[in-house]
């Protein structure tokens, strides 16, 4: 057994060896540029990402605490789990920032599953959205929008992807904005 292991130990050894030995080798496209040379360019078609870009604050995403699932039941059964015909839950959210002129752009992602109840069926669901921002505690953006869904099959879950790009906002002077996303409740006596 002690053979075993110093014999894997070695071969460890032999290949850790052999793999740094491979990074001395020559650099022939220059890709390292360690040394004096002048700053490497990227490929053409690649951009390239400022300091400033880097340390910018890219407000984060969060979900509503009250409004992350919606429950849809058939006409007359809310809160009947027998009458549920679908539970959407968000997942998970991102979110991506561009800036120039003065401005941040967001892109934000939401990702989420939708599962059928015991009355679901098959077609399209669709699925009330609201993203609402806030800077310090004042409301500088928010909007639904409707988001639909295809359900194939009623024996499983069917995941959801949207996508937003339609915000944007002077740049934050300090790290004060909140991104907050969830479903848009129902009306109570629908």
Not at 19 to 36: K, P, R, V, Y
């Amino acid at each position: 057994m002690a053979f075993v292991r110093l014999k894997s130990a070695g071969l460890a050894a032999a290949c850790l060896a052999l793999a740094l030995s491979g990074c001395q080798s020559g650099d022939t496209l220059g890709a390292l540029n360690i040394g004096g040379g002048g700053q490497s360019q990227p490929p053409a078609g690649q951009e390239t990402i400022t300091a400033a870009e880097l340390l910018a604050y890219c407000p984060a995403v969060t979900l509503a605490a009250d409004n992350a699932v919606l429950n849809s039941y058939q006409r007359g059964g809310d809160d009947d789990a027998s009458k549920l015909s679908y539970r959407a839950a968000i997942t998970d959210t991102t979110r991506s920032c561009t800036y120039g002129g003065g401005m941040t752009s967001m892109t934000i992602g939401i990702a989420g599953r939708l599962i059928p109840g015991p009355v679901g069926v098959a077609g399209t669901v669709r699925l009330p959205l609201r993203i609402t921002v806030y800077q310090d505690t004042s409301e500088i953006h928010t909007q639904r929008f409707d988001h639909d869904v295809a359900i194939a099959d009623t024996a499983g879950a069917t995941q959801f992807i949207v996508v937003d790009r339609n915000f944007s906002m002077p740049n934050p002077t300090s790290r004060n904005v909140r991104v907050i996303v969830g479903f848009e409740p129902a009306p109570k006596g629908r």
